[in-house]
């Protein structure tokens, strides 16, 4: 089992920045791709960033505006940068991980942590 616990959620005004992070453990091992999905209200969850194994892949509503790193391809501590922020962000932030090519479907990913709600607003 893996668990995934999220931090850095909060209010932010529309413009601002925030940053999420992301801690994996247990027996961690080849489930090492990584990423955030978020879900708003009455809304489908959606594949916001992944990194699986230096690989990147973003939602297209986020590209150009959100960072998904980490200090290794191994660690297991993974961050999201988010920059220029608009209410339509808005939304419960999930982390999860799996092994390779399985977080890019909500539907394959084996491990979600318990989320963290963003909130923007002015």
């Known amino acids: 089992q893996v668990r995934l616990v999220e931090s850095g959620g909060g209010l932010v005004q529309p413009g601002g920045s925030m940053r999420l992070s992301c801690e994996a453990s247990?027996?961690?091992?080849?489930?090492?791709?990584m990423g955030w999905y978020r879900q708003a209200p009455e809304s489908e969850r959606e594949l916001v960033a992944a990194d699986d194994r230096g690989m990147t892949t973003y939602g297209l509503s986020v590209k150009g505006r959100f960072t998904i790193y980490r200090a290794t391809a191994e660690d297991t501590t993974v961050y999201l940068q988010m920059n220029s922020l608009t209410p339509e962000d808005t939304a419960m932030y999930y982390c999860v991980a799996g092994r390779r090519g399985t977080i890019l479907e909500v539907s394959t990913v084996p491990y979600w942590g318990g989320g963290t709600q963003v909130t923007v607003s002015s």
């Open positions: 247990g027996h961690v091992g080849l489930n090492n791709a």
